[in-house]
Nanobody, 124 residues
Framework: QVQVVESGGGLVQAGGSLRLSCAAS????????MAWFRQAPGKEREFVAT????????NYADSVKGRFTISRDSAKNTVYLQMNSLKPEDTAVYYC?????????????????WGQGTQVTVSS
């Protein structure tokens, strides 16, 4: 059974940093895309960043480019999201997603496995 577990969320002041981690288990995902999405209260889930297999393609939402960095340790089936220069508008529940197919995507429905989410709150 596939499990996806996020960690690392919390409360931080504007301008601060957080690092999220996501560990997937139950099968090997080294060849497949892993991504981060987020959902703020009253808003739809939105794409944040995605990473192909180790050393491959990364894509970011325009709103986080230059501030967030996605990386992964394929040997550990783990993906990270380093978030710097955080803004209050980054406040959301952040979800890790794993795709069961090759190729990156910024569309939520293209991902097959999801974690429960971790709360990130940025105070002004």
């Amino acid at each position: 059974q596939v499990q996806v577990v996020e960690s690392g969320g919390g409360l931080v002041q504007a301008g601060g940093s957080l690092r999220l981690s996501c560990a997937a288990s139950g099968r090997t995902f080294s060849r497949y895309a892993m991504a981060w999405f987020r959902q703020a209260p009253g808003k739809e889930r939105e794409f944040v960043a995605t990473s192909a297999a180790s050393g491959g393609t990364t894509n970011y939402a325009d709103s986080v480019k230059g501030r967030f960095t996605i990386s992964r340790d394929s040997a550990k089936n783990t993906v990270y999201l380093q978030m710097n220069s955080l803004k209050p508008e980054d406040t959301a529940v952040y979800y890790c997603a794993v795709r069961g197919l090759l190729g990156v995507s910024n569309i939520a429905s293209h991902y097959d496995y999801w974690g429960q989410g971790t709360q990130v709150t940025v105070s002004s």
